[in-house]
């Protein structure tokens, strides 16, 4: 499975938006780069998934690079609830078998500051 | 529309008892997986089943750990024998069915095992 490098964590204050890169250079071209995170305690929870282009939800923006060997979670507006470890996966797609599993490395750690 | 069910939320055994960890998937959803994160450590695959199948075990150990997702019914995680070092949160995550492209999955609130 194709690696990804985070940093170990990052800080951020309330209100203010947030860039978590992701560095994936030995994407391949069937790979789909996924985030997730997890809150203290709780099972992670998909964040945004994107191919190529940068993608919008209710959550979060994912910007990806041209060459797709990096890529950035965009929280717009950073909350207490926030604060959380984001992990940015490669999953290869489209279809099911047994390439489905998650790879989870080690995510960066936000912490968001009142 | 319910998330992803897991129980029990906490559970403690002896060594040497065996463990059944129970989840059950959102509405609609066909595929499980198992996940494992020891303290202090990243999430770890486990097993993918689709129903009455086993998908990949990879990630499984090869002795006393085993998991069936019956036609009906929940899946089940079970860990016979169960040691110190089984001592872990177990999460399930579910998904739709093949066909749509690079699916999400979704995540229930885990099991907390602890092994005394």
Redesign the interface.
Same mark, same amino acid.
């Given at each position: 499975d194709a690696k990804t490098t985070q940093p170990n964590s990052m800080e951020s204050n309330e209100e203010e938006p947030v860039h978590l890169p992701c560095n994936h250079s030995t994407i391949s071209g069937t790979d789909y780069i996924h985030w997730y995170r997890q809150l203290p305690s709780q099972g992670p929870e998909y964040v945004i998934h994107g191919l190529t282009s940068n993608v919008n939800n209710r959550m979060a923006s994912l910007a990806i690079a041209e060459d797709r060997k990096s890529s950035t979670l965009i929280l717009h507006r950073a909350t207490l609830r926030d604060a959380a470890v984001y992990y940015c996966i490669l999953k290869f797609g489209p279809y099911g078998g047994a390439t489905n599993k998650l790879i989870f490395g080690t995510g960066t750690l936000l912490a968001v500051q009142p | 529309n319910a998330g $992803?069910m897991q129980n029990p939320r906490h559970l403690v055994r002896r060594r040497g008892q065996e463990a059944r960890l129970r989840c059950s998937p959102m509405k609609g959803h066909s595929?499980v997986?198992w996940?494992r994160q020891l303290p202090e450590e990243?999430?770890?695959?486990m097993v993918?089943l689709q129903k009455e199948n086993i998908?990949?075990e990879? #990630?499984m150990p090869k002795e006393r750990f085993s998991a069936e997702f019956p036609k009906e019914g929940p899946s089940i995680l079970r860990i016979q024998q169960v040691v110190r070092g089984d001592s872990a949160a177990y999460?399930c995550?579910s =998904?739709p069915a =093949?066909?749509r $492209?690079?699916y999400?999955?979704?995540? #229930?609130?885990?099991t907390r095992l602890t092994v005394t």
């Open positions: - | $992803v595929h997986y996940y990243g999430l770890k695959f993918y998908i990949d990879s #990630g999460f995550a =998904s =093949s066909g $492209v690079s999400e999955q979704y995540f #229930g609130p885990g």
